[in-house]
C-alpha cells in the first residue's frame, strides 16, 4: 500500500525536474503532495538513466542471455545422450588388472570331539 502510494506520487511528478512531497501521521507513512502540520518535506527527483547507462544494461542483458542459451543448449544435449542410452541396469566394466593379493585358503572349521562315556 505505502509503495503503491508512493509510486503514484512519483508518478504524478511526470516531467518536473524536482517536486516535494510530504511524509505525515504520528508514523510517516502517509505521502502526499500538501503540507501537512506534522509533516517533513521530501524533495523526489526524477532519475532516468543515461545512454551510458542504458547501453550497459544492454550489454549485459545480452551477455546473460547468451549464457542462457549456452546452458541450455548444454543440458538438451546431456539430456540426448541419456535418452539414448539403453535403459535399466548396466554391468560396469571387470578391471583389466587382477588383483595382487593372493586369496588365502580359507580355513575349515574343527569338529569338535564328543566325550565317550566311560
Known amino acids: 500500500m505505502r ?3 508512493a509510486l503514484a506520487l ?3 511528478a511526470g516531467a518536473a525536474d524536482a517536486q516535494r512531497i510530504w511524509r505525515c501521521g504520528p508514523d510517516g507513512r502517509v505521502l502526499q503532495d500538501r503540507p501537512c502540520g506534522d509533516g517533513q518535506a521530501l524533495v523526489v527527483r526524477e532519475d532516468t538513466p543515461s545512454a551510458e547507462d542504458t547501453a550497459a544494461a544492454r ?3 545480452r551477455r ?10 548444454e543440458r538438451q544435449a546431456r539430456e540426448r545422450e541419456a535418452a539414448a542410452a539403453p535403459a535399466g541396469f548396466v554391468e560396469p566394466e ?8 593372493k586369496k588365502t585358503p580359507k580355513a575349515k572349521p574343527k569338529k ?3 566325550k565317550r562315556p566311560d
Open 3 to 5: 509503495a503503491a502510494l
Open 10 to 12: 512519483l508518478a504524478l
Open 59 to 61: 550489454e549485459v542483458a
Open 64 to 73: 546473460e542471455r547468451a549464457h542462457a542459451d549456452q546452458l541450455r543448449a
Open 94 to 101: 571387470k578391471p583389466a588388472v587382477k588383483s595382487v593379493l
Open 112 to 114: 569338535a570331539k564328543k
